[in-house]
């Protein structure tokens, strides 16, 4: 059941987006929820800045109304046909996020949003890699994620979402401490949140500048 819903979400851009904005309402609605892993950062427009597994472009578009240079990547073309055709004015790349064709310190901001949940532990090691290649010394990696509630309340719900449209690396994710990862990378952890129970997690880390 979990694989057919999961594969319905992604050819029914409908499907998908009525998912998304049903689970937005728990955090105070979709573009609060688009926002919320970068609107608290302070980057002049001019960042430049990679929306990496981009999916449909809904973050991609939220992006796109604070900086003017916004690429968005995703292994799936399909996703990408749709993510252009929903936000024109960003450039997009089809391509794996552990092997991401970019230059090293292109981006000064890398954003990820519900993405890393979908990954292996090794890819995740993987992705964490080639995150710190791509930034800039000083540069921003936002992400959101899920993270194992503390309220036992939210648990239920975390287990049927699970269940109905992931797979066992969602189960995986709950078990890594992404922010320890991160600092094992050379990442500073500069803010840590936590929002539904803390079932979901904020992390803003920074790549050290090379005089710090």
């Not at 430049?48 to 995703?74: I, N, S, Y």
């Not at 094992?184 to 803010?191: A, C, K, P, V, Y």
């Amino acid at each position: 059941m979990a694989t057919l819903l999961r594969s319905w979400s992604y050819q029914y851009p409908w499907l998908y987006d009525t998912i998304s904005a049903l689970a937005a309402i728990t955090v105070g609605g979709s573009d609060r929820l688009h926002r919320l892993a970068w609107q608290d950062l302070n980057l002049p427009r001019s960042a430049v800045v990679l929306d990496l597994c981009c999916a449909h472009g809904v973050v991609t578009k939220a992006l796109t109304e604070r900086f003017d240079q916004v690429t968005g990547l995703d292994a799936s073309p399909k996703a990408i046909a749709r993510a252009r055709e929903r936000v024109p004015q960003a450039t997009y790349v089809e391509a794996f996020a552990e092997q991401m064709p970019f230059a090293d310190a292109t981006f000064d901001l890398v954003h990820t949003s519900m993405a890393l949940h979908e990954m292996t532990p090794q890819q995740l090691r993987a992705i964490l890699a080639e995150v710190w290649r791509v930034l800039k010394p000083g540069g921003w990696f936002a992400l959101i994620d899920f993270h194992p509630p503390q309220v036992p309340l939210f648990w239920p719900g975390i287990a049927l979402f699970f269940w109905l449209f992931e797979t066992e690396t969602a189960w995986q994710l709950l078990q890594i401490d992404l922010a320890e990862q991160l600092r094992l990378q050379g990442f500073t952890i500069e803010r840590q949140t936590y929002h539904l129970g803390r079932s979901l997690q904020v992390l803003h880390a920074r790549k050290p500048c090379l005089n710090d």
